[in-house]
Protein backbone atom coordinates (compact mmCIF):
# COMPACT_ATOMS: atom_id res chain seq x y z
CA UNK A 1 0.00 0.00 0.00
CA UNK A 2 2.64 2.74 -0.49
CA UNK A 3 1.89 5.48 -1.42
CA UNK A 4 3.05 7.32 -4.38
CA UNK A 5 3.95 11.44 -5.00
CA UNK A 6 0.89 13.08 -6.11
CA UNK A 7 -1.64 11.19 -4.56
CA UNK A 8 -2.07 13.41 -1.14
CA UNK A 9 -2.21 17.64 -1.02
CA UNK A 10 0.61 19.60 0.35
CA UNK A 11 -1.07 19.88 3.60
CA UNK A 12 -1.72 16.08 4.18
CA UNK A 13 1.80 15.49 3.12
CA UNK A 14 3.11 17.66 5.58
CA UNK A 15 0.61 17.28 8.26
CA UNK A 16 1.74 13.22 7.72
CA UNK A 17 4.93 13.94 7.96
CA UNK A 18 4.84 16.01 11.29
CA UNK A 19 3.03 12.98 12.91
CA UNK A 20 5.49 10.43 11.52
CA UNK A 21 8.01 12.85 13.25
CA UNK A 22 6.91 13.03 16.75
CA UNK A 23 6.19 9.43 16.87
CA UNK A 24 9.39 8.69 15.92
CA UNK A 25 10.44 11.13 18.35
CA UNK A 26 8.37 9.09 21.27
CA UNK A 27 9.32 6.11 20.01
CA UNK A 28 13.37 6.94 20.49
CA UNK A 29 12.42 7.16 24.28
CA UNK A 30 10.30 4.29 24.48
CA UNK A 31 12.46 1.79 22.99
CA UNK A 32 15.07 2.21 25.50
CA UNK A 33 12.99 0.73 28.07
CA UNK A 34 12.66 -1.85 25.40
CA UNK A 35 16.07 -2.60 24.45
CA UNK A 36 17.68 -4.76 26.60
CA UNK A 37 20.04 -7.51 26.41
CA UNK A 38 17.62 -9.79 24.52
CA UNK A 39 15.71 -7.29 22.31
CA UNK A 40 18.14 -5.57 21.13
CA UNK A 41 20.08 -8.44 18.62
CA UNK A 42 16.58 -8.73 17.25
CA UNK A 43 15.96 -5.27 16.39
CA UNK A 44 18.05 -4.54 13.51
CA UNK A 45 16.94 -8.10 12.08
CA UNK A 46 13.06 -7.52 12.76
CA UNK A 47 13.36 -4.78 10.09
CA UNK A 48 15.63 -6.50 7.76
CA UNK A 49 12.88 -9.16 7.80
CA UNK A 50 9.99 -6.69 7.54
CA UNK A 51 11.73 -5.36 4.76
CA UNK A 52 12.05 -8.44 2.92
CA UNK A 53 8.76 -9.67 3.42
CA UNK A 54 7.48 -6.68 2.03
CA UNK A 55 9.16 -7.83 -1.39
CA UNK A 56 6.73 -10.75 -1.35
CA UNK A 57 3.38 -9.80 -3.01
CA UNK A 58 0.95 -12.13 -2.55
CA UNK A 59 -1.89 -12.74 -4.88
CA UNK A 60 -5.27 -11.49 -4.05
CA UNK A 61 -8.29 -12.02 -5.87
CA UNK A 62 -8.08 -11.46 -9.82
CA UNK A 63 -5.06 -9.23 -11.27
CA UNK A 64 -4.51 -7.58 -7.82
CA UNK A 65 -1.75 -8.38 -4.89
CA UNK A 66 -0.72 -7.40 -1.19
CA UNK A 67 2.07 -7.51 0.91
CA UNK A 68 3.29 -8.01 4.75
CA UNK A 69 3.02 -4.70 6.27
CA UNK A 70 4.62 -5.62 9.17
CA UNK A 71 3.93 -3.26 12.41
CA UNK A 72 2.00 -6.14 14.55
CA UNK A 73 4.91 -8.71 13.47
CA UNK A 74 7.23 -5.81 15.04
CA UNK A 75 5.68 -5.10 17.93
CA UNK A 76 5.12 -8.71 18.91
CA UNK A 77 8.49 -9.34 18.50
CA UNK A 78 10.54 -6.56 19.81
CA UNK A 79 7.94 -4.00 20.99
CA UNK A 80 5.81 -1.22 19.90
CA UNK A 81 8.26 1.78 20.05
CA UNK A 82 10.73 -0.60 18.71
CA UNK A 83 8.60 -1.21 16.32
CA UNK A 84 7.67 2.15 15.09
CA UNK A 85 11.19 2.83 14.66
CA UNK A 86 12.14 -0.57 12.62
CA UNK A 87 9.20 0.18 10.03
CA UNK A 88 10.01 3.43 9.83
CA UNK A 89 13.36 2.39 8.85
CA UNK A 90 12.07 0.08 6.19
CA UNK A 91 9.89 2.62 4.76
CA UNK A 92 12.91 5.60 4.39
CA UNK A 93 15.33 2.86 2.83
CA UNK A 94 12.31 1.76 0.04
CA UNK A 95 11.78 5.28 -0.81
CA UNK A 96 15.24 6.30 -1.06
CA UNK A 97 17.11 3.16 -2.54
CA UNK A 98 14.28 1.51 -4.37
CA UNK A 99 11.57 4.55 -5.22
CA UNK A 100 8.71 2.73 -3.75
CA UNK A 101 6.74 5.21 -1.76
CA UNK A 102 6.84 8.69 -2.90
CA UNK A 103 9.62 11.07 -0.79
CA UNK A 104 6.60 13.53 -0.26
CA UNK A 105 4.80 10.85 0.92
CA UNK A 106 7.20 9.47 3.37
CA UNK A 107 4.94 10.70 6.18
CA UNK A 108 1.84 9.34 5.07
CA UNK A 109 3.48 5.90 4.32
CA UNK A 110 5.03 5.93 7.96
CA UNK A 111 1.78 7.08 9.77
CA UNK A 112 -0.65 4.64 7.66
CA UNK A 113 1.36 1.61 7.35
CA UNK A 114 3.87 1.48 9.99
CA UNK A 115 1.86 3.92 13.41
CA UNK A 116 -1.30 2.36 12.79
CA UNK A 117 -0.62 -1.24 12.18
CA UNK A 118 1.90 -0.77 15.34
CA UNK A 119 -0.81 0.18 17.31
CA UNK A 120 -4.18 -1.76 16.17
CA UNK A 121 -1.37 -5.14 15.60
CA UNK A 122 0.04 -4.42 19.27
CA UNK A 123 -3.82 -3.44 20.73
CA UNK A 124 -5.69 -6.15 19.71
CA UNK A 125 -3.11 -8.53 20.71
CA UNK A 126 -2.51 -7.39 23.76
CA UNK A 127 -6.43 -6.85 24.28
CA UNK A 128 -6.81 -10.45 23.72
CA UNK A 129 -3.74 -11.65 25.33
CA UNK A 130 -5.52 -9.77 28.98
CA UNK A 131 -8.70 -11.76 28.44
CA UNK A 132 -7.27 -15.34 27.25
CA UNK A 133 -5.45 -18.04 28.93
CA UNK A 134 -1.86 -17.55 29.55
CA UNK A 135 -0.70 -20.06 26.99
CA UNK A 136 2.57 -19.65 24.99
CA UNK A 137 0.87 -21.67 21.91
CA UNK A 138 -1.90 -18.73 21.74
CA UNK A 139 0.78 -16.21 21.05
CA UNK A 140 1.78 -16.66 17.18
CA UNK A 141 -2.06 -16.58 16.83
CA UNK A 142 -3.24 -13.49 18.62
CA UNK A 143 -0.23 -11.83 17.07
CA UNK A 144 -1.47 -13.44 13.86
CA UNK A 145 -4.93 -11.97 14.45
CA UNK A 146 -3.72 -8.53 15.50
CA UNK A 147 -1.96 -8.59 12.22
CA UNK A 148 -5.25 -9.20 10.39
CA UNK A 149 -7.03 -6.52 11.75
CA UNK A 150 -4.29 -4.00 11.07
CA UNK A 151 -4.56 -4.00 7.46
CA UNK A 152 -7.85 -3.25 6.63
CA UNK A 153 -7.56 -0.73 9.60
CA UNK A 154 -5.13 1.07 7.82
CA UNK A 155 -6.61 0.67 4.36
CA UNK A 156 -9.23 2.99 6.32
CA UNK A 157 -7.16 5.32 7.23
CA UNK A 158 -5.51 5.83 4.07
CA UNK A 159 -9.40 6.75 2.68
CA UNK A 160 -9.95 9.25 6.02
CA UNK A 161 -6.91 11.11 4.74
CA UNK A 162 -7.77 11.03 1.26
CA UNK A 163 -10.98 12.77 2.31
CA UNK A 164 -9.23 15.33 4.17
CA UNK A 165 -6.46 15.83 1.11
CA UNK A 166 -6.63 13.53 -2.24
CA UNK A 167 -5.62 14.56 -4.75
CA UNK A 168 -8.70 13.49 -7.18
CA UNK A 169 -12.11 13.46 -6.07
CA UNK A 170 -13.37 10.11 -5.72
CA UNK A 171 -16.38 8.65 -4.19
CA UNK A 172 -16.25 8.20 -0.81
CA UNK A 173 -18.13 5.40 -0.25
CA UNK A 174 -16.89 2.98 -3.45
CA UNK A 175 -13.02 3.84 -2.20
CA UNK A 176 -13.79 2.79 1.20
CA UNK A 177 -15.61 -0.42 -0.41
CA UNK A 178 -12.58 -1.04 -2.16
CA UNK A 179 -10.24 -0.29 0.05
CA UNK A 180 -11.05 -2.29 2.76
CA UNK A 181 -12.04 -5.08 0.85
CA UNK A 182 -9.36 -5.72 -1.06
CA UNK A 183 -6.68 -4.82 2.34
CA UNK A 184 -9.05 -7.42 4.28
CA UNK A 185 -7.88 -9.76 1.95
CA UNK A 186 -4.44 -9.04 2.23
CA UNK A 187 -4.75 -8.83 6.07
CA UNK A 188 -5.20 -12.74 5.98
CA UNK A 189 -1.70 -13.14 4.32
CA UNK A 190 -0.68 -10.24 6.84
CA UNK A 191 -1.55 -12.57 9.72
CA UNK A 192 -0.03 -15.97 8.58
CA UNK A 193 3.31 -14.39 7.85
CA UNK A 194 2.82 -12.67 11.14
CA UNK A 195 1.87 -16.38 12.86
CA UNK A 196 4.50 -18.07 10.79
CA UNK A 197 7.48 -15.61 12.11
CA UNK A 198 5.99 -15.41 15.63
CA UNK A 199 5.64 -19.43 15.90
CA UNK A 200 8.84 -19.49 14.31
CA UNK A 201 11.02 -17.81 17.20
CA UNK A 202 8.92 -19.19 19.98
CA UNK A 203 9.63 -22.46 18.86
CA UNK A 204 13.37 -22.12 19.75
CA UNK A 205 14.13 -19.04 21.80
CA UNK A 206 10.47 -18.65 23.31
CA UNK A 207 12.26 -15.50 25.74
CA UNK A 208 13.67 -13.35 22.39
CA UNK A 209 9.99 -12.71 21.64
CA UNK A 210 8.86 -10.08 23.70
CA UNK A 211 5.11 -10.60 23.58
CA UNK A 212 5.69 -13.55 25.05
CA UNK A 213 6.96 -12.33 28.16
CA UNK A 214 3.91 -12.11 30.14
CA UNK A 215 3.29 -15.50 29.40
CA UNK A 216 6.45 -16.76 30.17
CA UNK A 217 6.10 -14.78 34.01
CA UNK A 218 2.68 -16.52 33.99
CA UNK A 219 4.16 -19.84 33.01
CA UNK A 220 6.83 -20.01 35.72
CA UNK A 221 4.57 -19.34 38.43
CA UNK A 222 2.57 -22.26 37.89
CA UNK A 223 5.40 -24.57 37.78
CA UNK A 224 6.12 -23.56 40.94
CA UNK A 225 2.84 -24.63 42.05
CA UNK A 226 2.41 -27.38 40.39
CA UNK A 227 4.77 -29.98 40.77
CA UNK A 228 3.12 -32.73 38.88
CA UNK A 229 5.10 -30.86 35.48
CA UNK A 230 1.50 -31.45 33.56
CA UNK A 231 1.85 -27.72 32.51
CA UNK A 232 4.91 -28.37 30.27
CA UNK B 1 11.24 -22.73 30.78
CA UNK B 2 12.88 -26.23 29.47
CA UNK B 3 16.35 -26.73 29.73
CA UNK B 4 16.22 -27.64 25.98
CA UNK B 5 14.71 -24.82 24.51
CA UNK B 6 17.50 -22.69 25.83
CA UNK B 7 20.17 -24.57 24.07
CA UNK B 8 19.94 -22.39 20.93
CA UNK B 9 21.96 -19.05 21.32
CA UNK B 10 20.88 -15.49 20.57
CA UNK B 11 23.47 -15.76 17.65
CA UNK B 12 22.43 -18.67 16.59
CA UNK B 13 18.81 -17.57 15.94
CA UNK B 14 20.05 -13.80 15.08
CA UNK B 15 22.22 -15.59 12.23
CA UNK B 16 19.34 -17.89 10.94
CA UNK B 17 16.59 -15.35 10.51
CA UNK B 18 18.91 -13.25 8.78
CA UNK B 19 19.57 -15.92 6.41
CA UNK B 20 15.80 -16.26 6.02
CA UNK B 21 15.54 -12.66 5.48
CA UNK B 22 18.17 -13.18 2.67
CA UNK B 23 16.40 -15.97 1.14
CA UNK B 24 12.90 -14.06 0.75
CA UNK B 25 14.42 -10.78 -0.65
CA UNK B 26 17.10 -12.81 -2.94
CA UNK B 27 15.23 -15.59 -4.03
CA UNK B 28 11.80 -16.23 -2.80
CA UNK B 29 11.18 -12.35 -4.03
CA UNK B 30 11.92 -12.74 -7.82
CA UNK B 31 8.68 -15.60 -7.89
CA UNK B 32 6.77 -12.80 -6.02
CA UNK B 33 3.34 -12.04 -8.00
CA UNK B 34 3.78 -8.70 -10.07
CA UNK B 35 0.51 -7.70 -10.36
CA UNK B 36 -0.46 -4.39 -9.14
CA UNK B 37 -1.14 -4.33 -4.82
CA UNK B 38 -4.28 -3.06 -3.26
CA UNK B 39 -3.98 0.61 -3.56
CA UNK B 40 -2.25 0.53 -7.20
CA UNK B 41 -5.48 -1.14 -8.27
CA UNK B 42 -7.83 0.22 -6.61
CA UNK B 43 -6.52 3.68 -7.27
CA UNK B 44 -6.65 2.65 -11.21
CA UNK B 45 -10.22 1.44 -10.74
CA UNK B 46 -11.54 4.48 -9.06
CA UNK B 47 -9.22 6.85 -11.89
CA UNK B 48 -6.90 8.72 -9.50
CA UNK B 49 -3.96 6.03 -10.39
CA UNK B 50 -2.54 9.32 -13.12
CA UNK B 51 -2.53 11.95 -10.40
CA UNK B 52 0.83 9.49 -9.23
CA UNK B 53 4.26 11.89 -9.86
CA UNK B 54 7.80 11.19 -11.03
CA UNK B 55 9.25 9.65 -8.23
CA UNK B 56 12.42 11.63 -7.49
CA UNK B 57 14.45 9.00 -6.83
CA UNK B 58 13.49 6.90 -10.01
CA UNK B 59 16.67 6.88 -11.62
CA UNK B 60 18.58 5.25 -8.63
CA UNK B 61 20.65 1.98 -9.37
CA UNK B 62 18.19 0.05 -6.91
CA UNK B 63 15.01 1.73 -8.26
CA UNK B 64 12.28 -0.89 -8.69
CA UNK B 65 13.44 -3.01 -6.49
CA UNK B 66 16.10 -3.87 -9.77
CA UNK B 67 19.96 -3.71 -9.58
CA UNK B 68 19.95 -1.39 -13.33
CA UNK B 69 23.87 -2.73 -13.40
CA UNK B 70 23.08 -6.35 -13.23
CA UNK B 71 21.60 -8.72 -15.84
CA UNK B 72 17.91 -9.90 -15.81
CA UNK B 73 16.47 -12.20 -12.56
CA UNK B 74 19.88 -11.36 -10.97
CA UNK B 75 19.10 -7.62 -10.33
CA UNK B 76 16.25 -8.51 -8.15
CA UNK B 77 18.10 -10.84 -6.48
CA UNK B 78 20.84 -8.27 -5.73
CA UNK B 79 18.71 -5.44 -5.18
CA UNK B 80 16.74 -7.46 -2.47
CA UNK B 81 19.97 -8.53 -1.13
CA UNK B 82 21.39 -5.05 -0.88
CA UNK B 83 18.20 -3.78 1.00
CA UNK B 84 17.76 -6.37 3.69
CA UNK B 85 21.84 -5.61 4.78
CA UNK B 86 21.54 -2.00 4.64
CA UNK B 87 18.07 -1.95 6.69
CA UNK B 88 20.00 -4.33 8.76
CA UNK B 89 22.75 -1.95 9.55
CA UNK B 90 20.81 1.28 9.87
CA UNK B 91 18.22 -0.57 12.24
CA UNK B 92 21.05 -1.97 14.51
CA UNK B 93 22.84 1.25 14.52
CA UNK B 94 19.66 3.01 15.43
CA UNK B 95 18.99 0.48 17.89
CA UNK B 96 22.60 1.19 19.23
CA UNK B 97 22.22 4.85 19.12
CA UNK B 98 18.73 4.76 21.40
CA UNK B 99 20.99 2.22 24.00
CA UNK B 100 23.50 4.46 24.63
CA UNK B 101 21.07 7.48 25.44
CA UNK B 102 21.20 8.39 29.20
CA UNK B 103 18.63 6.15 30.84
CA UNK B 104 19.33 3.67 28.17
CA UNK B 105 19.11 0.04 29.74
CA UNK B 106 18.09 0.97 33.17
CA UNK B 107 17.53 -1.90 35.31
CA UNK B 108 13.47 -1.54 35.61
CA UNK B 109 13.38 -3.91 33.10
CA UNK B 110 16.38 -6.12 32.99
CA UNK B 111 14.75 -7.48 35.91
CA UNK B 112 11.89 -8.72 33.74
CA UNK B 113 10.95 -12.20 33.05
Known amino acids: ?232 | MSAGRRTVSTRAVVVGALLVSLLLAGVVSLYAASTPDGLTKVSQDQGFAETETEHGAADGPFAGYDAGFVDGDLGGAVAGVAGVLVVLVLGTALTAVVRRRPGAGEPLDQTGP
Open chain 1, 1 to 232: MHVPDGFFDAPTSIATGVVAVVAIGVSLRGARRELDDRTAPMAGLVAAFVFAAQMLNFPVGAGTSGHLMGGAVAAVLVGPWTAVLATSVVFVVQTLMFADGGITAIGTNITVMGLATVVVGYGVFRGLQAVLPKRLALVPVLAGIGAFASVPVASLLFVALYAVGGAAPVPLDTLTTAMVGVHSLIGIGEGLITFLAVAGIIAVRPDLVRGARPVLAERTLEIRTETTGATA
